[in-house]
């Protein structure tokens, strides 16, 4: 595989969350970055974002801006995506999209670089990065699946509002400060009822989620489907098959939005062909490169959001065998769905094809 020593990366989205991350990560791994051109919409044009120590000034999104642009890294949801990312391919990038325009495409590699490294030269210029969700849970069942056979997966997960975006972390914000002080007013022994009566009767401070958010959970993530299960819950079905080369692996989700900032948890229950015991789990995935095992719930040591946040890896503990079947595990996940479940993901990727380092 040829080395490329300088790299002329374009960010598209670079002012949202996750293109801002894409930019520290870029940064933080030692990406030979040649020359960046920082794109976003039009309303953004002429902002600044901070890149190797200096500022950039971002461009408008045109077909233009890829001229000469060896890798682009899209994230700026799907309609820009099917609008842009052909043409960059079509003028040279290699395009890594971490929308869902392509992800089950024929012919679209989707990659998580644990799982699957080798579907990524098979690209004909465009690369999917799967949905965080869909990450966070291939990564740490993957090595299993090696080792005893995949056989079916259900999966619930608790989902914070930054995989809604800027807004929905808003919503959190401004819905959990006015809450508070409506509990304020009712102590916990002086009212309770009340307290809880009042927060009932509390609406939405407005934003993207269909609900409050602040003291709620929402078990919905995306649109509902005619079959009951929400868009999201079939991404993570249609995602893991693709990316672990398992077409016709049983796999039901129930994804739920929890008020989280940053950081996405599920519990995973996991059937295999043949029995594997909590120990032999707990060794193959030490040894799984993304993973930390975080595995001592008797010392309180398990995956956190507060513990996972800011980190690459997955953290992966609560790991226990089903009392009445030895080939079935229970585990509780953990990952950075704005690094790892984004950004880190599709800089991992271009790694894979220009030999760098991290």
């Not at 409506?182 to 401070?205: D, F, M, T």
């Not at 893991?240 to 016709?248: A, V």
């Not at 950004?343 to 991290?358: D, M, P």
Request: aromatic content about 4%; overall charge positive.
């Amino acid at each position: 595989m040829k080395v490329i020593r300088t790299v002329n990366v374009a960010v598209v989205g670079a002012t949202g969350a996750v293109g801002t991350m894409m930019l520290r990560v870029l940064e933080e791994r030692r990406f030979p970055v040649g020359e960046l051109t920082a794109l976003a919409s039009r309303r953004s044009r002429g902002r600044r974002v901070r890149f190797g120590g200096r500022s950039v000034r971002v461009r408008e999104l045109t077909r233009d801006a890829f001229d000469g642009v060896d890798l682009a890294l899209f994230s700026a949801g799907a309609g820009c995506s099917l609008a842009f990312a052909p043409e960059a391919a079509r003028r040279g990038a290699l395009v890594v999209d971490n929308s869902s325009a392509f992800r089950l495409e024929p012919g679209v590699p989707l990659v998580v670089p644990e799982v699957n490294p080798e579907a990524a030269s098979r690209h004909r210029g465009i690369i999917a990065n799967p949905n965080c969700s869909t990450i966070i849970m291939v990564v740490a069942l993957e090595p299993l699946h090696r080792a005893a056979g995949l056989r079916r997966v259900v999966v619930s997960t608790y989902q914070s509002v930054s995989g809604a975006g800027a807004r929905a972390i808003q919503q959190l914000w401004r819905e959990s400060g006015r809450l508070a002080g409506r509990w304020r007013a009712y102590a916990p022994g002086r009212g309770v009822e009340q307290a809880c009566e009042k927060l009932r009767a509390a609406g939405a401070s407005g934003g993207p989620l269909p609900h409050r958010i602040a003291c709620n959970v929402i078990p919905q993530i995306d649109v509902m489907r005619p079959d009951g299960y929400t868009k999201e819950e079939f991404k993570m079905r249609a995602e893991s098959r693709k990316i672990m080369g398992l077409p016709s692996l049983r796999l039901s989700a129930t994804c739920v939005r929890v008020p989280v900032y940053l950081a996405h948890s599920e519990a995973v229950t996991a059937e295999f062909a043949r029995p594997i015991t909590p120990a032999r789990a707990r060794a193959i995935l030490r040894r799984s490169p993304g993973v930390v095992v975080m595995d001592e719930p008797g010392e309180g040591r398990y995956p956190m959001p507060i513990n996972l946040g800011g980190r690459d890896a997955v953290g992966v503990g609560r790991i226990r065998q089903d009392p009445d079947d030895p080939r079935i595990l229970h585990f509780w996940a953990v990952g950075d769905n704005v690094r790892k479940g984004a950004a880190t993901n599709a800089v991992q990727i271009a790694e894979l094809l220009v030999g760098a380092s991290a």
